[in-house]
């Protein structure tokens, strides 16, 4: 074997151990998790095995409208509310990245609701201003879970908008549906505004008396021109959250029955069939399908009917055929 032979052999050796090595710390199979920001969801995995899904947050403080001339002072994960949706798989490692910038005025964390241990993160990630930790679990059980800002007195950080939605598929994933949306619940509890702003009322956070109640942070963020939309014969699945952060919500869509529901998020266990309006904890979640059979607008409410004057209200557009077998009427003088 002459010289050239010997090193190229010694280059291949070197290599496999490289390559071994890679695989053994799952190099290849880590990736940063996509990130939707509502109504949007992140595509199916469509993965057999499982790796590590780096998730990176980023704790933002900010002033934006929250009703018709009302601004509010949020606090969020990645600059909205609700924070993005992350997806990953059952077996993943998931590593959360939290960096809390130098311009904040708050100390913020991560409480995931699909964590085991260390209060579900928020023990390894508080973050004061210019920090940025990371810890990571394996998550172990299918569902869909709320994450939220835990610290300080935890109760300002999620009246403010710390909070988010996290799925984590069962193997083989779910099934597949034509639409998936994602819808929030939520409450604020604001003083009277001055020159447009209003600020956080904590006595009205005692007293559970929100001033809006709204899906996907702000009065009509699911109306008019930001209405969800659908075709007729469509499979439409909705991952709901309702971070509370008091009042637990009765979702239900109006002119519309769940063919299927993942009680309080769960994945794994028997569905709920046919059911009209779910419940839903505060710091919980559900998964609702249905297929839309008949065009027109479908309404979202927590059923909690007098919560729609205070913004709990959105509209589902579905466009197609209008069959009479679904739903007909007729004069009858
Ligand atoms: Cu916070």
Redesign the pocket.
Known sequence: MGIFQKVKGLNILVWLMVLGLLSATSVFAKETAQLTTAPNVPPPLNRDAPATMVIKLE?KEYVSEIDDGVKYGY?SYNGTVPGPMARVRVGDTVEIHLSNPKSNT????IDMHAVNGFHGGAALSTVAPGEEKVFSFTAMAPGLYMYH?A?GAIVD?IANG?YGLILVEPKGGLPEVDREFYVMQSEFFTTEPENGKADFDFQRGLDENPTYVVFNGKVGALLDENALTAKVGDKVRIYFGNIGPNSASSFHIIGEIFDQVYAEGGIGGDLQKNIQTTLVPAAGTTIVEFKVDYPGSYVLVDHSIFRVAKGAIGHLTVEGPKNPQVVSAWHVK
């Open positions: 704790a606090w708050q100390p913020h964390n800002c610290a950080h710390m």
